[in-house]
């Protein structure tokens, strides 16, 4: 092997920090390193990674040495600290464009904004290849294209769970997804969800810190590790909003963005989301023994059978404009009609 790329030792150092969407690399070069592009010199390193893939990362500010943003063509120099920030491949799943109702609160040449309804799931995956949020853009990004163009698909960022409702961007094309991917890397975006939890608070704000990663005992689904030997940091904000007693309407700021974080720290502080059946939230966990309460919060789950949260607000900075925008959207009717019951029951 070249001096130009050295066989990987002790001096080097990868870290991989996945977040279902993307990827972050970090790298020691060699004491030997030969001067070398950094775009050659990563896609040597990094599994399946395309030539433009980390040209789009370095134009988007993604790949940094010793700190500071580079271009493609800077050249690696011996014991450089590079770290890049990556979009994962597309999944082996071809995506069926499918003419699905999707209401898109925004729209330019680079990026998509949507409420997505609650019950879509937004990729298609083992079970689910159809009816995704992603076959419905797919299906609007064909129509709008000269000549309906097919096989044009979205480039997601994010996500948002089947069952939670909410908006959701979605980029055009890589250059918009890698910018966007970093904002969500480095928590730089803006998010807000509103949650109707089990149980009241002493106080009107405060914080959840701990780790999540997959529950020992059901791989399914995701536990809190509080002593961080497992899973990856998490930190949820909340504000109570407004108090029925026996739950709580909360506003939850995402300071990261874990599956399932939001659901997974108030099931750890025993507060879980109303009617959240995967973390215990789908049974009467506070109030009375009467007969009338029991059916009017089994009427309540029937209503919003599914759990109590809405992404309510997202905000960024645009990948080409640089300018910060925000999108906002009302809980759909389920969870308004529940949340308006649970206040006129705490008048009554």
Do not use: W
């Given at each position: 092997m070249s001096a130009d790329l050295p066989e990987?030792?002790?001096?080097?150092?990868?870290?991989?920090?996945?977040?279902?969407?993307?990827?972050h690399y970090r790298f020691v070069a060699d004491k030997g390193q030969g001067l070398l592009r950094i775009d050659?010199?990563?896609?040597?390193?990094?599994?399946?990674?395309?030539?433009?893939?980390?040209?789009?990362a370095a134009?988007?500010?993604?790949?940094?040495?010793?700190?500071?943003?580079?271009?493609?063509?800077?050249?690696?120099?011996?014991?450089?600290?590079?770290?890049?920030?990556?979009?994962?491949?597309?999944?082996?799943?071809e995506i069926i464009a499918e003419n699905i109702p999707v209401e898109i609160l925004y729209e330019d040449s680079d990026l998509l904004v949507v409420n997505k309804q609650a019950g879509m799931v937004v990729h298609p995956a083992y079970g689910n290849y159809t009816g995704t949020l992603v076959n419905a853009l797919a299906f609007h990004l064909q129509e709008i294209s000269p000549d309906k163009e097919p096989g044009r698909t979205p480039f997601l960022v994010h996500r948002i769970d089947k069952d939670t409702s909410g908006v959701m961007i979605a980029a055009k094309n890589e250059l918009a997804q890698a910018r966007l991917a970093a904002q969500f890397f480095h928590h730089t975006i803006d998010r807000h969800y509103l949650a109707l939890v089990w149980g009241d608070f002493e106080d009107d704000k405060g914080t959840i810190t701990g780790h999540i990663g997959r529950s020992i005992?059901?791989?399914?689904?995701?536990?809190?590790?509080?002593?961080?030997?497992?899973?990856?940091?998490?930190?949820?904000h909340y504000t109570v909003i407004e108090r029925f007693g026996y739950v709580t309407l909360l506003d939850c700021k995402l300071e990261t963005g874990r599956t399932h974080q939001i659901r997974v720290h108030f099931q750890h502080?025993?507060?879980?989301?109303?009617?959240?059946?995967?973390?215990?939230?789908?049974?009467?966990?506070?109030?009375?023994?009467?007969?009338?309460?029991?059916?009017?919060?089994?009427?309540?789950f029937a209503i919003l059978p599914r759990q109590a949260l809405h992404a309510r607000l997202l905000a960024f900075i645009h990948p080409t404009t640089k300018q910060w925008i925000q999108f906002e959207s009302e809980p759909p009717e389920d969870m308004a009609t529940v949340i308006e019951r649970w206040r006129r029951y705490r008048k009554e």
């Open positions: 990987m030792n002790e001096d080097q150092e990868v870290l991989e920090e996945s977040q279902d969407l993307y990827e050659k010199f990563l896609m040597v390193r990094i599994e399946n990674a395309t030539r433009n893939k980390i040209q789009q134009h988007a500010g993604n790949i940094l040495v010793n700190g500071l943003p580079v271009k493609p063509n800077y050249r690696v120099k011996p014991l450089d600290v590079i770290s890049i920030v990556l979009s994962h491949p597309p999944r082996e799943i005992r059901d791989r399914k689904v995701f536990a809190v590790f509080p002593d961080g030997s497992q899973g990856r940091h998490a930190v949820t502080i025993r507060h879980p989301l109303f009617g959240d059946e995967t973390y215990g939230g789908n049974v009467i966990l506070k109030g009375t023994t009467f007969t009338k309460y029991k059916q009017f919060v089994n009427n309540c």
